[in-house]
């Protein structure tokens, strides 16, 4: 089955800096990839996404990359803020394997003013 | 933008309990899942919830300890039975195809807080 690692699971980063994590998969066959952002007691809340036929995909501050070769994705977030602390995660998905989402570990991030 | 309910929101429960877990979505979806989130860990996939016939659960999760019913296209349920104390944990269901996304976008309820005692 799918595996994603996720680095790094704590960081810290001054306020205006940029901030970027890391997953590798596993699955070639993987063609999905979500990133959800968990605030302390809430839901996991969808981000931003990108699906294997696209390299780059960006909404204001935030943006993702994918290497398909490399098996690897990021996640970047730009001009940090004190609402960007959060748990980070990563996701990826086959739809031919049941449309299931294997999650990474997450990443803590903290924001500091 | 759509709606995805969950009750109970928390409780706290007795070993050898069981506590069924509602989650009700407000429009048809197409698929619904149900995670398990142990404090300060990520999510686990329990199983896929079917409309109309048994769930497809994952490695290391029992169809007797999990139980779980989709009569239909917006709502599921998940048991957890027998409780005991490493059960203690967030559930939260998760559904694709609202219409309020892309087709095949992930949203998640708000979560049902799992206590044993």
């Known amino acids: 089955g799918e595996n994603v690692e996720q680095h790094p699971s704590t960081l810290s980063v001054q306020e205006g800096d940029s901030a970027v994590i890391k997953c590798t998969y596993s699955?070639?066959?993987?063609?999905?990839f979500p990133w959800y952002k968990q605030e302390l007691g809430k839901r996991p809340q969808l981000i931003i996404d990108i699906r294997s036929n696209v390299g780059e995909k960006k909404d204001q501050r935030i943006a993702v990359t994918l290497n398909k070769t490399a098996k690897h994705f990021s996640l970047h977030i730009t001009e940090t803020q004190p609402e960007d602390s959060a748990v980070y995660f990563c996701?990826?998905?086959?739809?031919?394997?049941?449309?299931?989402?294997?999650f990474g570990g997450g990443t803590r991030v903290l924001v500091k003013p | 933008s759509a709606v995805i309910s969950q009750k109970p929101s928390r409780d706290i429960c007795q070993r050898g309990t069981s506590l069924t877990i509602q989650c009700q979505v407000d429009s048809q979806v197409t698929m619904m899942f149900w995670y398990r989130q142990q404090p300060g860990q990520s999510l686990t996939l329990i199983a896929t919830?079917?409309?109309?016939?048994?769930?497809?659960?994952e490695s290391g999760f029992v169809i007797d300890k999990f139980p779980i019913s989709r009569p239909n296209l917006t709502f599921s349920t998940l048991t957890v039975s027998n409780m005991s104390p490493e059960d203690s944990s967030i559930y939260l269901c998760s559904v694709v195809g609202l219409t309020s996304g892309s087709w095949d976008e992930q949203f998640f309820g708000p979560g049902t807080r799992l206590t044993v005692l």
């Open positions: 699955d070639s066959a993987s063609n999905y």
């Open positions: 996701a990826a998905r086959q739809w031919a394997a049941g449309n299931k989402l294997t």
């Open positions: 919830a079917n409309q109309g016939s048994e769930a497809t659960y």
